[in-house]
């Protein structure tokens, strides 16, 4: 069993920066892989970033350039950096831990761009 917890979403201006972090609690975090996910009202929740468990990252093409996925295995925490803020990236942010078949969920937490 993993524990996933979310912090640091809020109100931020477009082009601001917000740092997103997932703490992880339970089973070995260092062997899981990470994913953030976002969800807006009325959309799927889409992919945002990965970061496996050797460390490679991928990302969406939508935030290429802009966000930051990390990892700090000491810390059992995932981040997710994201600069350059757009309206569009408002959303519910989520944390996913998964290994083989099994994946846990972190509550979520909401970021929202708006001047």
């Known amino acids: 069993q993993v524990q996933l917890v979310e912090s640091g979403g809020g109100l931020v201006q477009p082009g601001g920066s917000l740092r997103l972090s997932c703490a992880a609690s339970?089973?070995?975090?260092?062997?899981?892989?990470m994913d953030w996910y976002r969800q807006a009202p009325g959309n799927q929740r889409e992919l945002v970033a990965t970061?496996?468990?050797?460390?490679?990252?991928n990302y969406a093409d939508s935030v290429k350039g802009r966000f930051t996925i990390s990892r700090d295995n000491a810390k059992n925490t995932v981040y997710l950096q994201m600069n350059s803020l757009k309206p569009g990236d408002t959303a519910v942010y989520y944390c996913?831990?998964?290994?083989?078949?099994?994946?846990?969920w972190g509550q979520g937490t909401q970021v929202t761009v708006s001047s």
């Open positions: 996913n831990a998964h290994l083989l078949r099994t994946a846990y």
């Open positions: 339970g089973s070995d975090f260092r062997i899981y892989d």
């Open positions: 970061i496996n468990s050797r460390g490679s990252t």
